[in-house]
Nanobody, 124 residues
Framework: QVQLVESGGGLVQAGGSLRLSCAAS????????MGWFRQAPGKEREFVAG????????YYVDSVKGRFTISGDNAKNTVYLQMNSLKPEDTAVYYC?????????????????WGKGTLVTVSS
């Protein structure tokens, strides 16, 4: 069992920055990868960024490349999402997720554990 707790969401003006954190607890040794997903009102949940612990490889959806950076701290069992140059279309509930099945793709349905989400609102 893995528990994930997100923090760092809030209200920010367009062009501003936020840093999200996700702390993992429980059987953290079983985690192969962690990622961030987001869901805007009336929209499907989508992948935003991911990191694989063993390789350190990172992955991003095209819409956030160059603006968002995902990183992890193995000792603290924590993953971060630094979000810069935020746009109103980034407004969503952001969810942290963990993959414990070594999935080849970080799709929503392939992730095994989820946090409860943190709201990010970007005003124009």
């Amino acid at each position: 069992q893995v528990q994930l707790v997100e923090s760092g969401g809030g209200l920010v003006q367009a062009g501003g920055s936020l840093r999200l954190s996700c702390a993992a607890s429980g059987r953290t040794f079983s985690i192969y990868a962690m990622g961030w997903f987001r869901q805007a009102p009336g929209k499907e949940r989508e992948f935003v960024a991911g990191i694989r612990w063993s390789s350190g490889n990172t992955y991003y959806v095209d819409s956030v490349k160059g603006r968002f950076t995902i990183s992890g701290d193995n000792a603290k069992n924590t993953v971060y999402l630094q979000m810069n140059s935020l746009k109103p279309e980034d407004t969503a509930v952001y969810y942290c997720a963990a993959d414990t099945d070594y999935s080849s793709s970080m799709n929503t349905r392939n992730m095994n554990y989820w946090g409860k989400g943190t709201l990010v609102t970007v005003s124009s």
